[in-house]
């Protein structure tokens, strides 16, 4: 943290120095290490099997705040007798088609729910989850049928042997502290240590929360990491409580904005799933398989109507569907790696890319590049001219020959953007906050922002359109943004005021519970609904700390509602009463009738505590006044997933795809739900081979930006790390003869790079398995181009394009290679090195 | 003069980022200072120059054994990898060095040109346009903090943003620093917090922490910038009896006069001697 968000990570230092205790849990000791009490190595990819072990020491410690996971959680509730755990199938849980390496989740649903519970869930929705499997031809998310039970059959006591509590209790068994120094390589002290802190300081009066990025994200079993983190937290009572959470520190500069307003290809704005061809023919057919009836999700048909409405305005009527049938379909998968796979065919003919550098910032660069070349045209827009936009006349496949500048035909149309402080508009930080951002000065020369270029490209479309009826949903679109100054700069205030929502008097709304369904309301992004209340840019709001109480609700906006916390019904007890003073946050006034607190209650304010659901009701007069999970269907936190994951409704240690090891855990060794692709451009490293028997993992440094692009050109920051080099241990050096400030060459199945060697006490070798596991570490900021004052072979070249069955994340975090001492070898004998390894 | 300001770098909450280093040379337009690959941990700077105003030292203390001289059984400092003996490392120090603006700044007195002059805020400041580029200042600091600029000539180091602090704004490196290990205000008020700071860090079983520049009767009447570290100074490359090079000056020049009388006397001595043997 750090490394990759020093600013965010003054709160860790104050922490501390108020007497947090903190450990750090990383492959290698980095910066943030240097300033916590406990560093704990662990090998990369084994993370299930750490977290798992800490839930199994909770359950058989009986360590749970019982109180909260029997009101709070799904521990009660007693799962369909078809389903079978990885205990009973040996690493596969029930609904495994090796055909087609995918899982019917039916049989994990709940007890009397049957097929149902398949239908999409809102919280899996909420992370792409369910969509994502849809999209990947897991049809039955959507189409098996509507909403689950909000209230399914539960155990109180906890003994039903089908219970989740029981189930649990059952599949953790085996993460013991032992599998955690045989898989991890971190020794049952230390484990010991982190157990004892995490529990002794959860409960009533105290509580813990896990930070983490793309250490836990980028693997076949990304998803299932964040689950372990999950479990484990509703066990302790940390969801939804001050202090508390799991905390995804995700990219700079609004990666979290670019999944609310999506950047992504299975969802719309505010998480409504993209509507399927063939499958979603009506508003009512999309509806019906959109996520529950019950919970706040039960109220979708107004965020879709509102947003519809937004889009198409006076155009969409009740009685044309409100212009459903002009959104666009999805067909199949056309994710980031599914796509480049397109290009090589030849199917996928034009790419925009905007802000991204996929050549150098994706895995297998050379798949990429593969792809660009095979484009008709190509749309690069970005500060610089990133390699992205020049591998046509100097990427590494000239060197080597596979490619030919005259033999390339891709179009390259290269668009100079405006930066952060030449435009406005607001940041989606981490934590759901909006902030706005005033312009500084004007873009030099034709650099231009995207929302201008979006905005005047899609002018000149609609310009060339004819009366066809193919043409209707563009012409209907509502696309009158007020432009200002003599560059026709759009009205980035206009926009967020669209996503925020109008009513039928043409108001801004001031939250999404004024959403209606029959077209008088409209609103962009229904989770946004609010950021311009009365008629104020409230993201641009910044009321000193000092002025307001601790939680600074006055400090930007954040989404839903200006909730701070989510779920903070869960930081009273079910009566309503703050779980403990010191952990106060929200909680029932009795006397007035309504939730109160330091932050906007997650709760409709005056559901009394003891609100029973009347029978058949939908949304969220459907959940009770102790459900505080308001977004899923039964209110509960899910320790359980009965639905909404491609590969399982517990998490289960799978090594990776590439791993050096079997799995010790079970017969399966990697995630058997994973995505590979089979394409001479998508090798991968046989799992235990010799040929590559050392880990390899990637991550960033704080003085370098993602691929390189915005810090390679900068002289200020080149200088503070001008070459790419490995880290490794000085056992390491000492077995393949590398010398600290040297050269080394990484060797993968993708291809061959060189670095410069750093050789470190802050790399340790592991015992795993009875075997001393040596872990590389490479930095991936470095290219051959891009402006860069300082340039460096790609890392991301090397590593295999294998996916997470959830969200199609890439397995960058953990990987093998060999490691040679001295400079790679360049032109043809690069490819001869490659060929060598693969002929063993 | 007003009151005497100074930075109090607090290495125990260093991050090691770099923005110090980054924010000064945005601010007072510093060039960069080469690329070159240094493979001593994360540094790429090396060190205090002409062209690097603020530099973090990166040190990786290996793993010491208890029984070791030197190991750390009575530290809670931060623990390093587990392992065996030998393996991984115990903390990795990180520190922001910057010009110290000495109380008896001995590059103040040998400058020639008047280029260098104490400001109002106590500080030592190099003014661009005065300075001839002679270079004696550059050996004169006990520190090894001024330097000459290769291509230009003259010398150059920390203003601790004397234009800043004219108008009202603390120093670039202590605005951008996000855990306020570099600190800025007047020198007193940073003394005491940074006695109360040591104390508190001692009593939590650090004993290896200390202050260094901090005493106003150290060799050079206490430093204006003044840290605190977690190791020896030697560790983190700073000197650790600093001595202004200028303080023997007036016995050296009496040393001199009295040698140069002497030596007038013995030639004196000797033509009166030849007279004689005429």
């Not at chain 1, 749970?64 to 389903?83: C, G, K, M, Q, W």
């Not at chain 1, 999944?259 to 009506?282: R, S, V």
Request: with cysteine; aromatic share 10%; proline share 7%.
């Amino acid at each position: 943290m750090a490394e990759c968000h020093p600013v965010g990570f003054q709160w860790v230092v104050e922490a501390r120095e108020r007497g947090a205790k903190v450990f750090h849990i990383d492959p290698r000791f980095t910066r943030t290490s240097a300033l916590v009490d406990r560093h704990l190595p662990i090998r990369a990819g084994s993370d299930i099997v750490l977290l798992g072990a800490l839930i199994n020491h909770v359950l058989t410690d009986g360590l749970d705040f019982r109180e909260y996971v029997l009101a709070y959680t799904n521990a009660s509730t007693i799962v369909s007798e078809h389903f079978r755990d990885t205990e009973d199938l040996d690493g596969l849980f029930s609904g495994f088609d090796p055909e087609t390496a995918r899982y019917d989740p039916s049989s994990w649903s709940y007890e009397g729910a049957g097929q149902e519970a398949a239908a999409g869930v809102r919280a899996e929705q909420l992370e792409g989850g369910a969509r994502h499997a849809e999209a990947a031809g897991a049809e039955q998310y959507g189409s098996g049928g509507a909403a689950m039970s909000a209230r399914p059959p539960t155990d109180p006591t906890l003994r039903h042997p089908r219970c989740v509590y029981q189930i649990l209790k059952r599949h953790f068994a085996r993460y013991t502290p032992e599998t955690v120094e045989e898989v991890c390589g971190i020794s049952r002290e230390a484990f010991a240590e982190l157990a004892e802190a995490i529990t002794a300081n959860s409960g009533r009066e105290r509580t813990t929360a896990w930070a983490y990025a793309v250490g836990w994200t980028q693997h076949t079993v990304g998803a299932q990491y964040i689950r372990t983190a999950s479990i484990l937290q509703l066990l302790l009572g940390n969801i939804g409580r001050p202090g508390g959470g799991i905390l995804a520190l995700r990219g700079h500069a609004s990666i979290q904005g670019s999944t609310d307003i999506p950047t992504l290809f299975n969802i719309l704005p505010g998480y409504l799933p993209m509507p399927h061809a063939h499958l979603h023919e009506t508003l009512d057919d999309y509806l019906a398989h959109a996520g529950p009836d019950t919970g706040f999700w039960g109220r979708k048909r107004s965020y879709m109507v509102s947003l519809l409405k937004a889009w198409w305005g006076e155009s969409a009527t009740e009685d044309n569907d409100f212009c459903f049938g002009h959104l666009p379909r999805l067909t199949g998968d056309h994710s980031h790696y599914t796509t480049v796979m397109e290009q090589i065919a030849g199917t996928v003919k034009g790419y925009f890319v905007m802000g991204e550098n996929p050549a150098v910032g994706s895995s297998g660069g050379r798949a990429q590049r593969f792809g660009l070349a095979n484009l008709d045209w190509l749309v690069v827009r970005d500060l610089t001219l990133v390699e992205t936009a020049t591998f046509w006349k100097d990427g590494p496949e000239l060197a080597t020959g596979e490619m030919r500048t005259e033999d390339i035909a891709t179009e390259v149309f290269f668009l100079p953007a405006a930066s952060h402080v030449e435009k406005e508009g607001t940041f989606t930080n981490t934590q759901r906050l909006l902030q706005w951002r005033h312009k500084a000065l004007d873009p030099p020369g034709d650099c231009r922002s995207d929302l201008s270029f979006s905005y005047h490209l899609g002018k000149r479309i609609r310009q060339r359109l004819s009366g066809d009826e193919i043409d209707r949903p563009l012409r209907e679109l509502t696309w009158d943004y007020p432009e200002e100054g003599e560059r026709a700069e759009p009205s980035a205030e206009a926009v967020l005021r669209e996503i925020n929502g109008v009513g039928p008097d043409g108001r801004a709304l001031s939250a999404y519970t004024e959403l209606q369904p029959d077209g008088s309301t409209r609103c962009g992004c229904w989770i946004y609904c609010g950021v311009y209340a009365g008629e104020v840019n409230q993201a641009a709001r910044r009321t000193p700390g000092r002025e307001q109480n601790w939680v600074a609700p006055e400090w930007g906006w954040a989404w839903p509602a200006n909730r701070r916390t989510l779920y903070n019904r869960a930081s009273a007890d079910p009566e309503g009463r703050p779980w403990s003073e010191r952990k106060a946050y929200v909680w029932w006034d009795a006397g007035r009738g309504e939730w109160t607190g330091y932050d906007v209650p997650d709760f409709e304010p005056r559901k009394p505590p003891d609100y029973l659901p009347p029978d058949g009701a939908l949304a969220e007069e459907a959940l009770a006044g102790t459900d505080p999970f308001i977004m899923q269907a039964d209110g509960k936190g899910w320790l359980f997933a009965p639905a909404g994951l491609a590969d399982g409704p517990l998490p289960a240690h799978y090594e990776p795809h590439e791993s050096p090891l079997p799995n010790a855990l079970y017969g399966r060794r990697a995630n058997p739900a994973r995505r590979t692709y089979h394409s001479p451009h998508t090798p991968y490293n046989p799992p235990e081979s010799p040929r590559f028997p050392y880990v390899l993992t990637t991550y960033r440094l704080t003085e370098h930006h993602t691929a390189g692009g915005m810090s390679r050109p900068l002289a200020y920051l080149a200088e503070l790390q001008p070459e790419l080099f490995c880290e490794v241990s000085p056992q390491l050096a000492a077995e393949v003869g590398l010398e600290n400030g040297g050269w080394a060459t990484i060797v993968t199945s993708r291809t061959v790079i060189e670095a410069r060697v750093l050789v470190t006490g802050r790399v340790t070798p592991l015992r795993v398995q009875g075997r001393t596991i040596h872990q590389v570490g490479l930095p991936y900021h470095w290219a051959w181009g891009g402006g860069g004052l300082v340039t460096g072979d790609v890392v991301n070249d090397l590593l295999p394009v294998v996916l997470d069955p959830n969200v199609y994340i890439q397995e960058g975090k953990a990987a093998t290679c060999d490691l040679r001492p001295g400079r790679r070898p360049a032109g043809r004998a690069l490819l001869d090195l490659i060929r060598e390894y693969h002929d063993g | 003069m007003a009151e005497r300001m100074g930075f109090f770098t607090d290495t125990s909450v260093c991050i090691g980022c770099k923005a110090c280093e980054v924010a000064c040379k945005e601010w007072n337009d510093v060039p960069d200072d080469g690329f070159v690959f240094r493979a001593t941990s994360y540094d790429n700077t090396g060190g205090l120059g002409a062209d690097t105003w603020r530099h973090v030292a990166f040190i990786e203390q290996p793993r010491r054994g208890p029984e070791e001289p030197g190991g750390r059984e009575g530290s809670k400092g931060p623990p390093g990898p587990e392992g065996a003996e030998g393996q991984g490392v115990e903390g990795w120090l990180m520190s922001s060095d910057v010009c110290k603006h000495c109380t008896h700044a001995a590059c103040l007195d040998v400058c020639p040109t008047g280029a260098l002059f104490r400001t109002e805020f106590g500080t030592v400041v190099v003014q661009e346009d005065v300075c001839n580029g002679c270079g004696y200042c550059v050996p004169a600091c006990p520190y090894g903090v001024i330097d000459r600029r290769e291509r230009d000539g003259r010398a150059f180091k920390c203003t601790m943003c004397y234009d800043r602090q004219l108008g009202g704004l603390e120093p670039a490196c202590a605005k951008a620093c996000p855990t306020d290990s570099i600190q800025f205000g007047p020198l007193e008020e940073l003394r005491a917090r940074a006695q109360e700071r040591v104390e508190r860090l001692r009593g939590e079983g650090r004993p290896q922490a200390r202050l260094y520049g901090a005493d106003p009767d150290d060799g050079v009447g206490g430093d204006g910038a003044f840290f605190l570290l977690l190791d020896e100074p030697e560790v983190y490359g700073l000197p650790p009896d600093p001595v202004v090079t200028t303080r023997d000056l007036p016995a050296m020049w009496r040393w001199a006069a009295g040698a140069a009388l002497c030596l007038v006397g013995a030639t004196a001595l000797s033509f009166l001697g030849r007279g004689g043997n005429r």
